[in-house]
């Protein structure tokens, strides 16, 4: 009689550590899936920061390259792009606005791209503002829908101010 204790108290003790044990798996598994979660979404906003900076400097190089006095090619508005493919969540699309403070007589520019000239005088140098957006999806979660809801895109703005 005592000897049938025993294996039902082992068997007891086992079932409780097996239940104790797939717990502690489960709740790695949750913790490690949170954490690689995580660090894809680091991931993606500090790529979508490198290609701002990156579009930022690339505007301002445009723009000083740029023979503003040449007829119909004076104004640069937009500088555009793709890296991968967004729409699936494996890449980023970059959109660069680019405006003109200063008194170069932009003749081409569209009027949302020249910014009032009343803090200017004929000697002040050439301002621009570079706006870039850099908009991404979710690797995990591209293009689908969940619960009939498109997954949103993700977009990282970066403003500056150059003095050309």
């Known amino acids: 009689m005592?000897?049938?204790n025993r294996k039902a108290f082992s068997m007891l003790v086992?079932?409780?550590v097996i239940i104790l044990m797939t717990a502690i798996a489960s709740f790695i598994l949750n913790?490690?899936?949170?954490?690689?979660k995580e660090t894809t979404t680091q991931f993606q906003k500090e790529q979508s920061v490198l290609l701002a900076k990156s579009y930022t400097e690339y505007a301002i190089m445009a723009v000083m390259s740029n023979d503003r006095n040449a007829?119909?090619?004076?104004?640069?508005?937009?500088?555009n792009g793709k890296v991968g493919t967004p729409a699936n969540g494996q890449g980023y699309e970059?959109?660069?606005r680019i405006a003109y403070i200063g008194n170069d007589g932009f003749a081409n520019c569209s009027n949302t791209r020249i910014l009032s000239n009343a803090v200017t005088t004929p000697e002040s140098s050439l301002n621009i503002i570079i706006d870039v957006y850099i908009k991404y999806r979710d690797i995990d979660h591209p293009?689908?829908?969940i619960d009939n809801t498109e997954v949103p895109w993700t977009t990282y703005h970066r403003r500056t101010l150059q003095k050309i």
């Open 71 to 79: 007829t119909g090619n004076d104004c640069i508005e937009n500088i």
């Open 2 to 4: 005592m000897h049938h």
């Open 94 to 96: 970059i959109r660069t």
């Open 14 to 16: 086992a079932l409780v």
């Open 31 to 36: 913790l490690s899936g949170k954490i690689i």
């Open 143 to 145: 293009s689908i829908s």
